[in-house]
Every structure is written in C-alpha cells, then in structure tokens.
C-alpha cells in the first residue's frame, strides 16, 4: 500500500467523503502504522484551521487532478474542502508541503557534528563557523540549511562566527532559547546538566527567544536563563575583560579555563568537561570551597595540586573518577 493512498484516505475522512469499506481500510491500515496513526490527530489540529479565502487556482487543479479518481461521484462538500482535507494528511505524512504552491518535500538529511573531548572547528554550507567544546553536539537539516533559514540545534558549548546571507536568518535551538541572527559572533552554552542557558554576545546584535520573551543583546553582553525557574528571572549583565583583554566565557577557544570566585562544585563542573572526568565529593562543605585561577595547559593531577595550595583538601585519581576528601 502506498503512502499516496494513506493520505487519500485521510483527506476523505477529514473532508467526510470516505465510504464504510475505505473507512475500514483506513482503520486497518492505521494499526499496522503507528507512525500514520499518530499523524492522525496532528492532521485533523491542521484540518480545523481557517482556511485563506482564495486558493492558487494553479495549484487547486493539481492536487484535484491527482485527488478526483479517488474520490466517490457525489460531494456533499465544496471541492476545496476535500482537496485541503487530503493536504492536510499528505502534509503530516511528509508527502507535500501544507502551503500554496503545494509540492514534493525532500526527505530531511540530518547532518551531526559532535566532541567527546578538547574542541573542534565546524564549517557549516553557508560558510559560518562552529568551535565545538567539550562533549557537544551540532545538529541540522542538509537538505533544508540555507533554504530559507540557517537553522541548527546544540547541545553543549560552541562559539558561532556567522557568516552574513541577508534574508537568510541563522537561527540556534539551545535547551529553552532560540537564537535569531544575521551575522556576528557569539558563545552559547547549553549542556543538558547545566542550571542554566548561557549566551555571550562578542560583536554584532542577536535576538534571543524564550517562552513569550525576546532579549537583544548587545556586544559584551551576557545573557542567563535558568532552566527550571520562570524564564522571568534571566538575567542580563555587561562583560568585563580579563588583564589579556579577553573575555573570560570564550577562553576555552584559547585552550584555558577560568574561574573566578566559583564554588568547587561549579568548578567541578567545567574540569569535568574539561578533562573528560567525573568528580565525587566526600561531603557537601567541601562543595562549597571557592577558587581563583586560571587552567591552561595543566593535567588534572597538576591542577587539583595547584587549587590544593589555596585550600586544603584531599584527591584521589581513578581512572576517570576523582574523589574529594577532607
């Protein structure tokens, strides 16, 4: 059974054209896909939607031409309820586009970059770049990228330097945010165990989405939005340079990792990306320890020993495990 007769089906259900033996052909057909039968209710929410007043006539008499064998002699419906009733199915299956003109949609090709550790540089179709930090995925569309948006989604930390396309706006999905931009560069940074999501804006203008709010960041900017409180609590602050002139967000692009007054558990954190590792903490005070610094080129045994000449506590390396003691 072909995917063109499914979305018939479905057409002359919604448009209520379907007789009792193709209604059972359909139920039946629906049982053996619960893929089509899960696209079922998504395409009666697009059926009840108003309709524009005038239809491309081009466009009508192609699907009617391709729709009207199908159908039973009598309507007891205008034509153009039953060929949007068949669009509709036909545009939830991923046959057509649910638009005017109607046509063949391209079946996606889903293009993923990722780093488990260390970075790596991403050139993008449109010539854009992606550094990828530490266990983070990129993800888009091949077939779609550069059509009419630039639209990726990431999980994890990547600074973006975009490449400008007037009309072509580069949009990012990151945890709870959408990022809109046309050209500029910026660091995001959105892992999944994160209390928040991070953007740092360098140079440009961004927009940036969340819930019913949208934020513009200007240049040296940071943006916060924490993940399980109400989005209404984000913050937006101004940036300072460090003593190099850098900002301390994207020093990771330089193979160094700052921290400044964070906690251990914080800073735990980010060496947990860094190194590739998992910290145990013996207890909650300990967690609570605050360092200063800056990580370059360090091991792991060389920088807990450089933290341990501000605070005392103890470590044990295991693998991929390092344990904190008092």
């Known amino acids: 059974m072909s995917n063109d007769r499914i979305w018939i089906l479905l057409g002359k259900q919604f448009s209520g054209e379907i007789s009792s033996a193709e209604s059972a052909e359909l139920e039946n057909l629906l049982k053996q896909d619960p893929g089509v039968a899960a696209s079922r209710e998504f ?6 939607t108003p309709i524009r007043e005038t239809a491309d006539a081009e466009c ?40 005017w003109p109607l046509q063949r949609s391209t079946t996606p090709v889903l293009q993923q970059h990722s780093v488990a550790a260390g970075k790596s540089k991403v050139t993008l179709p449109d010539g854009s770049i992606a550094w990828l930090n530490s266990n983070t995925q990129l993800q888009y569309d091949e077939n779609s990228f550069g059509k009419q948006y630039r639209e990726i989604r990431l999980t ?65 900017e940071k943006l916060t939005v924490p993940v399980t409180q109400p989005a209404t609590d984000f913050q937006q602050t101004h940036l300072d ?53 800056i990580i370059d080129t360090e091991s792991i045994d060389e920088a807990l020993k450089m933290l341990q000449l501000s605070k005392p506590f103890h470590f044990q390396i295991s693998g991929k495990d390092i344990y904190i003691r008092n």
């Open 43 to 48: 395409a009666a929410n697009i059926w009840q």
């Open 156 to 220: 994890g930390e990547a600074f973006f330097d975009i490449a400008k396309s007037e009309g072509t706006p580069f949009i990012i999905h990151a945890g709870k945010i959408k990022i809109h931009v046309l050209g500029t560069a910026f660091n995001v940074k959105a892992y999944t165990d994160d209390s928040a999501v991070y953007t740092t804006l360098v140079r440009g203008k961004i927009a940036v989405s969340f819930q019913n709010k949208t934020v513009v960041l200007q240049p040296e």
């Open 60 to 99: 009508e008499n192609r699907i009617w031409t391709a729709v009207q064998p199908q159908l039973p002699p009598r309507r007891h419906r205008p034509v153009i309820r039953v060929l949007l009733a068949t669009a509709a199915a036909a545009a939830v299956s991923g046959l057509i586009w649910l638009g």
């Open 241 to 293: 340079k460090d003593s190099s002139g850098q900002l301390p967000e994207i020093s990771w692009l330089n193979d160094k990792l700052i921290f400044d007054n964070d906690a251990f558990s914080t800073l735990a954190n980010k060496m947990s990306k860094w190194y590739g590792v998992t910290f145990h903490f013996e207890s909650p005070a300990l967690q609570q320890l605050r360092f200063s610094g």
